[in-house]
């Protein structure tokens, strides 16, 4: 089931962070994110939160701030239907273009992201920090939207 985050799924989505990613948002994070505007929606499995997206629209662009799968619901097709999901409300709210960054190491994601669409238009040095606390480049994708 996809539905809208609650303030309630906060301490959810930071274990589904601390799970699966090197440098996990902290609650205090997730809230700034959603107190400055930002939207996300939850995938449910078995009653169970198992992935999330977040995405901040403004003048026309979406953003991507975070997408996260547990990494024992990875493989699934969860973070293809989330992504589906921001494709849907952007077109709603009029963007023309989502963005979002990608760690340059992340090869599942980024063959997610290609093929939903996602264009590689740029990168960034150094955006990431790696577990052993060097940096890592950020790959930055697009997607056009549909013109109505």
């Known amino acids: ?5 609650q303030e309630t799924d906060n301490l959810q989505l930071v274990i589904i962070e601390e799970a699966a990613q090197v440098s ?5 994070v997730f809230e700034r994110c959603f107190t ?8 449910e499995y078995d ?5 999330f997206v977040i ?6 662009e ?6 996260c799968v547990h990494p024992h619901y990875q493989h699934q097709g969860f973070g293809e239907k989330l992504l589906k999901k921001v494709f849907q409300v952007a077109e709603q709210q009029k963007a023309t ?4 960054e990608v760690r340059i190491t992340n090869h599942r994601a980024i063959r997610l992201y290609k093929k939903l669409g996602f264009q590689l238009i740029s990168s960034r040095k150094n955006y990431y920090t790696t577990s052993d606390g060097h940096k890592e480049d ?7 939207m549909k013109a109505e």
């Open 1 to 5: 089931m996809l539905r809208q985050v």
């Open 138 to 144: 950020a790959l930055i994708f697009a997607q056009a």
């Open 36 to 43: 400055a505007g930002s939207l996300g929606w939850v995938i």
């Open 62 to 67: 979406g953003h991507i701030l975070n997408l």
């Open 55 to 60: 995405i901040l629209i403004q003048v026309g």
């Open 47 to 51: 009653q169970q939160v198992v992935g």
């Open 97 to 100: 273009i989502i963005y979002l």
């Open 24 to 28: 996990p948002w902290s609650l205090e």
